[in-house]
């Protein structure tokens, strides 16, 4: 109630007026500020004080640290920058009778790391009354007490330091004492009583009086105890200690029992007022508990744990009474030495865990501070990490450091780090603590998707079944979850003018490459594609690689024969001079195979033949010659059907049928007739018809053979043939079409054949081979120049020789 008084009447403003805030030059901001302040009252605008950014304070992360252990006294608004009470200041809990009470406290910022340190002078409020120890103090003084005699009274304490402590004393008005008031050596104020009018224990034995302890706060708190006096015969001397002072060192930590000094007091006088004890005069609780004071003896002695962090100094105030109640005072000064018993503790202030593995070499990750509660050597921490791993502390601003990146961070190689930090004291001996943190790194999209193989190759049989799956393409990606899911893609191209779709397609989870039609091997024999692996990362990375489809061939085309015609409207014969000797080359059978490798290998057989042992086939040349030599017995029309097979499994075959007349002449051919009936869709039987019949006369039979033949070798060169004429088109297969050379047809050889009509013998002439003769898009072998001219001569001389065109294809 008097606290809330003291603000009722006024006096707020000269406690605001004690508010003071300095600036130093090393960025401190100080403010004083009474004790007892409710939470939340308001001591500054701290951001506004230090010219920091309000905007900036939450994402800095700006916070209020103590220094060591100590309570958080007081708090940031992150919104105002205002800096706040946060918890009850009591001076006296944390000062006691220091002056000036001084609480230290951080302002932490990040991003960068940024520390102020912030002084807060706790300012004394008349919060306390004077107090003594007991509550009645006792004498015996003898009658014969000499006027001026002093006795000694207990100090008053009060908890308040400054004004705000005890200033005076006044004694309740009687006849036979005064009070007088003095200072001590450690500036407290005391009492003793003065006798000014000798006592008469006849008259009065007991005097009672009224002593009051008055501080100097406004308003003032007193305190009061009662002085019990006992009239008895005289005590001349009271008790005296060898020192008004000790002073005493005494180490942190002392073992239980350990002396830390003996105080000793004589008095003059004998007997049972000579007789001296010994008490501590006014001390806390907490004081109470860590010394003990041997009465009879003065020692001093250790009973509890002394700690430097604690307290520093203590002062000890001592008593020595005789046997009457005549006391002495001293005091104890003992100085707390600092032993190095506390080991560095390691504070995480601030962890960005997970870190991006693309985090640059020097980026903070993390903010430690190191404290130590010892003084000097003993409180100087050094801190380090013993690793080899890419990072480090960097020190900061006084005890703090920074966990900064010194390599390249890789999470498919390292995914997490388990950091040890120690703390170690410069103490003797040096005392240390560690510290783990795990650090895990976060997966960034820096791997693209990497094929097993640097080429694939599928190889897939002609004629499959559509939907089939021909090969599997894997990619691995060594990111994480969606950064390492591979996705599979064909790139768009065009295969023979058509999109790549139209002839795979591949499955995007798998890598399974299926064929999306039936491939013909005479169409396309290969053909390469790109397949495409992309993560799902954001941005994706992406990689590729070639794949390249081999179609190998199926026997799946019959042999097309190209010469002689096997179309059945066409009356195919060769002439065989009846001279030809054995071996002599007849006609040829020329075949392609579509197919490719083996499957176009063709043989060449005789199935059924007029005379069987007359006339032979080449096997791969399909050659016909004869075997003997051609006799008169031997009958003129002679019919052979040649088979021609692939070399596939299993093989496939084609047949055709040739006619041979056996003669010089064909006049020498009656048998063309019926030849012509068998043959009925032949025009060339037709025109041989017309030429057998109109040779009623010699003329007119001469003239209409020449115009016969003449006719007959422009529309039909299957029946007589100039050397350089070339295979129509319609001896070819359907789109057929020589691919790499793969096919039967290599090379084209023409060979002209020359008889005379007045012998029984054949001459042959082997005028050229016609390499030169390319199949050309319309599928029909070009003639040369001089081939043409040849033609011209032998227009003037057909009717004294026929020419026989033999048209082999390649062995």
Known sequence: MEFQSFWVNGRLFGFLFFMIMAHNANGDVSYSIPEEMKRGYLIGNIAKDLGLDVSMLSSRKARIDPEGNRKRYCNINLHSGDLIVADRIDREEICEKKAPCVIKQELVLENPLELFRIILTIEDINDNSPQFTESVIKFEIRESADKESRYLLDEAHDADIGVNSVQSYTLQNNEHFLLSVLTGANGGKYGELVLKKELDREHQKEVTLILTAVDGGTPPRSGTVA?????????????????????????????????????????????????????????????????????????????????????????????????????????????????????????????????????????????????????????????????????????????????????????????????????????????????????????????????????????????????????????????????????????????????VSSFLSINGDTGVIHAVRSFDFEQLKSFEVLVLARDNGSPPLSSNVTLSVLITDENDNTPQILYPSSDGNSFMTEMVPKAAQAGSLVSKVIAVDADSGQNAWLTYHIIKASDPGLFTIGVHSGEIRTQRDLSESDSMKQNIIVSVRDNGQPFLSATCALY????????????????????????????????????????????????????????????????????????????????????????????????????????????????????????????????????????????????IQHLPGLN
């Open 227 to 499: 002085i019990h006096i006992t009239v008895l015969d005289a005590n001349d001397n009271a008790p005296v200690f060898s020192q008004a002072v000790y002073k005493v060192s005494l180490p942190e930590n002392s073992p239980v029992d350990t002396v830390v000094v003996t105080v000793s007091a004589t008095d003059a006088d004998e007997g049972q007022n000579g007789e001296v004890t010994y008490a501590f005069g006014h001390l806390s609780e907490t004081l109470r508990q860590l010394f003990l004071l041997d009465v009879k003896s003065g020692e001093i002695k250790v009973v509890g744990n002394i700690d430097y962090e604690e307290k520093n100094s203590i002062e000890l105030p001592v008593q020595a009474k005789d046997g009457q109640g005549l006391a002495g005072r001293s005091i104890v000064l003992l100085d707390v030495v600092d032993v190095n018993d506390n080991a560095p503790f390691i504070i995480i202030k601030s962890l960005n865990s997970p870190v991006p593995e693309n985090a640059s070499p020097g980026t903070e990750v993390g903010i430690i501070n190191v404290q130590d509660r010892d003084s000097e050597n003993n409180g100087q921490v050094r801190c380090s990490i013993h690793q080899n791993i890419p990072f480090k502390l960097v020190p900061s601003v006084k005890n703090y450091y920074s966990l900064v990146i010194t390599g390249e961070l890789d999470r498919e190689l390292v995914s997490d780090y388990n950091i040890t930090i120690t703390a170690t004291d410069e103490g003797s001996p040096p005392l240390f603590s560690k510290r783990y943190i795990h650090f895990t790194v976060a997966d960034v999209n820096d791997n693209p998707p990497v094929f097993e193989e640097q080429n694939y190759r599928a190889h897939v049989q002609e004629n499959n079944k559509p939907g089939s799956s021909i090969c599997t393409v894997s990619a691995t990606d060594p990111d994480w979850r969606q950064n390492g899911t591979v996705v599979y893609s064909l790139l768009p191209s065009d295969v023979k003018v058509s999109a």
């Open 660 to 803: 041979l007349l056996i003669s010089d002449n064909l006049a020498e051919v009656p048998e063309l007739k019926d030849m012509s009936h068998d043959e009925s869709s032949s025009k060339l039987t037709f025109y041989l018809i017309i030429a057998l019949v109109s040779v009623s006369t010699f003329f007119m039979t001469f003239i209409i053979i020449i115009l016969a033949v003449r006719f007959c070798r422009r529309r039909k060169p299957r029946l007589l043939f100039d050397g350089a004429v070339a295979i129509p088109s319609a001896y070819l297969p359907p789109n057929y079409a020589e691919v790499d050379g793969a096919g039967t047809l290599r090379s084209t050889y023409n060979y002209d054949a020359y008889l005379t009509t007045g012998s029984r013998t054949s001459d042959f002439k082997f005028i050229r081979s016609y390499n030169e003769g390319k199949l050309t898009a319309d599928m029909t072998l070009k003639k040369t120049q001089s081939a043409l001219d040849d033609l011209g001569g032998l227009d003037s001389e057909i009717d004294d020789s026929f020419q």
